[in-house]
């Protein structure tokens, strides 16, 4: 028996390197967890998530099936609501206000139209 793994090129998210596609297209991996009726569970924090020539989730030892994934919400809250260093940057490279963040959350947990809360944070 073995394991193959792929090795993934680039730096954790909580590294700060990133950019605003790497957050929107994380956020679209994220909604694509939610879809499937996965919960990564680990999302928050930024130590999962690769940012490099392609961004990618990572570990997955957590997850499990459910009805309610929270992978979007969890990750855009670590990202304009948390104190932390991946918000440090995000506060650099976005324009936004808590109130109106926590306001395009609700309306996603009520209707997972990624489309529109991607393209209302832009």
Do not use: W
């Amino acid at each position: 028996n073995y394991i193959i793994m792929e090795y993934i090129e680039g730096d954790l998210l909580i590294e700060g390197k990133f950019d605003r596609e790497d957050i929107f297209d994380i956020t679209r991996q994220c909604n694509a967890l939610d879809q499937a009726g996965i919960n990564h569970r680990q999302i928050q924090g930024g130590k999962h998530i690769i940012c490099g020539t392609k961004n990618v989730i990572i570990d997955f030892e957590k997850a499990h099936f459910s009805n309610t994934p929270k992978n979007v919400t969890s990750f855009l809250s670590m990202c304009f609501l948390s104190d932390c260093l991946v918000r440090q940057r995000i506060k650099e490279i976005f324009d936004f206000q808590e109130d109106f963040i926590k306001t395009l959350l609700k309306e996603y947990k009520s209707n997972s139209n990624i489309v529109d809360l991607i393209k209302n944070i832009q």
